[in-house]
């Protein structure tokens, strides 16, 4: 299928429109789930979406690997290019590969300031600017603090790309508002834009979309992850 027609069919185009067109520059969206249910699954078939239309995306870790978290990417690649029925499989994965970068900071050492020196460093050097980062281990909500919520968009900002984060929820025992976001997420309801909830139901795990930039009426759109691809559909 030519590049431009599987864009078009691809479903996160559909989880675009429920989130009012997307993300967006500057923006900070959040991810939540029971670990192990397909957070980082669902922002990296977001990412090899954004990297199939000719867009850069910055991948941050601070719990896996390099080497696992290009596993990962061409997992998801791979089941896209065979659900889409994608042509000229080699060439995009390459291209693809080009426009990703992958950076993994130790979780004690990790500070904005690094993140921002590495990039810069990146920009300077490769002419590697983000249109999506990927915040993966950080921040964590439990403890972090508004400051760091706020200079992580900031830097977001500069760069000209959306932000996207996840956090984890538990079985029981954990305080949620009244949409079922933990309060420990809520507390930055004023710098989060978009929060979405993967919830398992049966055999395939549902997208609900808690918060929509500043729209009070969600639009309800049967969305959901594939447990087996962990790429998004819609019925």
Same mark, same amino acid.
């Given at each position: 299928?030519?590049?431009?027609?599987? &864009?078009?069919?691809?479903?996160?185009?559909?989880?675009?429109?429920?989130?009012?067109?997307?993300?967006?520059?500057?923006?900070?969206?959040?991810?939540?789930?029971?670990?192990?249910?397909?957070?980082?699954?669902?922002?990296?078939?977001?990412?090899?979406?954004?990297?199939?239309?000719?867009?850069?995306?910055?991948? &941050?870790?601070?719990?896996?690997?390099?080497?696992?978290?290009?596993?990962?990417?061409?997992?998801?690649?791979?089941?896209?290019?065979?659900?889409?029925?994608?042509?000229?499989?080699?060439?995009?994965?390459?291209?693809?590969?080009?426009?990703?970068?992958?950076?993994?900071?130790?979780?004690?050492?990790?500070?904005?300031?690094?993140?921002?020196?590495?990039?810069?460093?990146?920009?300077?050097?490769?002419?590697?600017?983000?249109?999506?980062?990927?915040?993966?281990?950080?921040?964590?909500?439990?403890?972090?603090?508004?400051?760091?919520?706020?200079?992580?968009?900031?830097?977001? @900002?500069?760069?000209?790309?959306?932000?996207?984060?996840?956090?984890?929820?538990?079985?029981?025992?954990?305080?949620?508002?009244?949409?079922?976001?933990?309060?420990?997420?809520?507390?930055?309801?004023?710098?989060?834009?978009?929060?979405?909830?993967?919830?398992?139901?049966?055999?395939? &795990?549902?997208?609900?979309?808690?918060?929509?930039?500043?729209?009070?009426?969600? @639009?309800?759109?049967?969305?959901?992850?594939?447990?087996?691809?962990?790429?998004?559909?819609?019925?």
């Amino acid at each position: 299928m030519p590049l431009n027609k599987m &864009i078009q069919r691809s479903p996160v185009r559909i989880f675009e429109k429920v989130i009012g067109g997307g993300l967006g520059s500057g923006n900070m969206g959040v991810v939540l789930s029971r670990r192990g249910v397909g957070k980082t699954g669902f922002l990296i078939g977001l990412a090899v979406d954004n990297l199939l239309q000719g867009k850069k995306v910055l991948y &941050i870790s601070t719990k896996e690997s390099v080497e696992h978290i290009s596993s990962f990417f061409e997992e998801i690649f791979k089941s896209m290019s065979q659900t889409l029925e994608m042509d000229n499989v080699l060439q995009r994965q390459l291209e693809m590969e080009r426009h990703r970068q992958i950076m993994v900071f130790n979780r004690k050492l990790f500070s904005l300031e690094k993140l921002e020196e590495s990039v810069a460093f990146l920009t300077e050097t490769t002419g590697f600017k983000p249109d999506m980062v990927i915040l993966d281990g950080t921040p964590r909500y439990e403890s972090t603090e508004e400051w760091e919520i706020e200079g992580a968009k900031k830097l977001a @900002a500069s760069w000209g790309a959306e932000l996207w984060t996840s956090s984890n929820t538990h079985r029981e025992g954990q305080e949620m508002d009244d949409r079922g976001v933990p309060t420990s997420v809520a507390r930055f309801e004023d710098h989060l834009n978009v929060i979405v909830a993967l919830c398992p139901e049966n055999e395939h &795990i549902k997208v609900n979309t808690l918060k929509e930039h500043n729209n009070k009426d969600i @639009a309800q759109i049967s969305l959901e992850l594939d447990p087996r691809t962990m790429l998004l559909r819609w019925r």
